[in-house]
């Protein structure tokens, strides 16, 4: 079976050498070395000042909103990964659903002053695919209508526009390092500030609000174990060969595929991409479910990313109507995409496609 995506494993014996310590030192969780060795090196790496390590990417969009003490009704997008629409429904809030831009398959930003409502307290976006958000707009309008802004970029590790890691960007960032992400730590995730005073706040909220025996806030536990900080450290270190590897796989697809008859979501000027998907958009739903079925006859999996749009699930009540979302979440198809993917799969893939599309 070909799956859409394949986490990278280390050589064993270099995790391994990471569990030999890990049994001298008996300290497994509670920020131990690792984890805190882990946090410098992403923040050397990304070039960004600090990043919280915690237990998964959804946790880290909750405890987001709380920190920054949204309610109310926050203004996000319906195309993205189901944990965006969930954490602002498990924090008490409303999502608002803002329709997407059609070239990028971000958060259209033109259409959210439109959305803001005197309960309106924030801004949740998403970085689709690792896409950048129109950044500036977003904050213009934030700081205007006094809103906060976060970002999930569970996508986009590695990711950076202008010149600045996408990390930087907005109130709050979030990433996921999920097994089936970019960069992984098995299960795992991050939340970056560039403010002191949040920084601070967010380090208690992810563990129990305590420090010692101090007590200054309530809080959840969100911490993440040294052996996944051992993972991510070993991930770390090969990542840029992973994205350059994406990369390849990537161009080998644009080069194959007809891409005359499909649509792609476009990357704006000044992005330093991460190649974390592969999204093709066809004619129409049943052509899409043609080739879906097409390849997993040949024991090949791609997935429906993202479908359905998020104003349309179940347990939303009276959602906003978004067109464009709508119409591209029943076309999208991702490909399988991770660094291994065989030139010959990349070849049967392209070439089933093509006859069908
Ligand atoms: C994967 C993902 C998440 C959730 O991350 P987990 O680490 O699986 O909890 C949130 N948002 C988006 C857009 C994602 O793709």
New binding site residues.
Partial sequence: MINVTQSYLPPIEEYSDYLKKLWESKWLTNRGVLVNELEKEICKKLNIEHLLFVS????A?QIAIKALELSGEIITTPF??V??TTSILWENCKPVFCDIDDKTFCIDADKIESLITLKTTGILA?H?YGIPCEVEKIEAIAKKHNLKVIY?A??AFGVSYKNKNIFSYGDISTC???A??VFHTI???SITTNNKELKDKLFLYHAFGHIGDDYFSYGVNAKNSEFHAAMGLCVLKVIDQLIEKRKIVTEKYNSLINLNKIQQPNLPKETVYNFAYYPVIFENESVLLKIKEALFKEKINTRRYFYPSLNNLPYVKKAEVCKVSEDISRRVLCLPLYPDLEQKNIEKISAIINANI
């Fill in positions: 998964n990417g959804t946790i969009i993205s990964y944990a965006t998403t689709v999930d569970a996508h996921s390092f999920h089936t992400k299960e795992g995730g």
